[in-house]
Nanobody
Framework: QVQLVESGGGLVQPGGSLRLSCAASGITASTYAMSWYRQAPGKERELVAGINVGGGTNYADSVKGRFTISRDNVKNTMYLQMNSLKPEDTAVYFC?????????WGKGTLVTVSS
């Protein structure tokens, strides 16, 4: 059974940092394209950052220079380092793994940026 479990969310002040983790089980995450998505209240889910099998990365314009996606293939885990957080980064963050016609989602972790 495939599971993606996010952790690391919480309440942080504007300008602060958080690191999200996505622990994968049931798949070899290194063979999947992995991504972080987020969904704010009343808004559609949007792509935040992605990392492909070769290690190439892409980011939404809104997070470029502030967020960094990475993966640890030994730990079968993906990360999202979030710096200089803004109130508009408040959302539920979801982990996604995709390969060919297979796609898996985590249940999400809530990030709240507020003073």
């Amino acid at each position: 059974q495939v599971q993606l479990v996010e952790s690391g969310g919480g309440l942080v002040q504007p300008g602060g940092s958080l690191r999200l983790s996505c622990a994968a089980s049931g798949i070899t995450a290194s063979t999947y394209a992995m991504s972080w998505y987020r969904q704010a209240p009343g808004k559609e889910r949007e792509l935040v950052a992605g990392i492909n099998v070769g290690g190439g990365t892409n980011y939404a314009d809104s997070v470029k220079g502030r967020f960094t996606i990475s993966r640890d293939n030994v730990k079968n885990t993906m990360y999202l380092q979030m710096n200089s957080l803004k109130p508009e980064d408040t959302a539920v963050y979801f982990c996604n793994a995709r390969r060919n016609f297979m796609e898996y989602w985590g249940k999400g972790t809530l990030v709240t940026v507020s003073s």
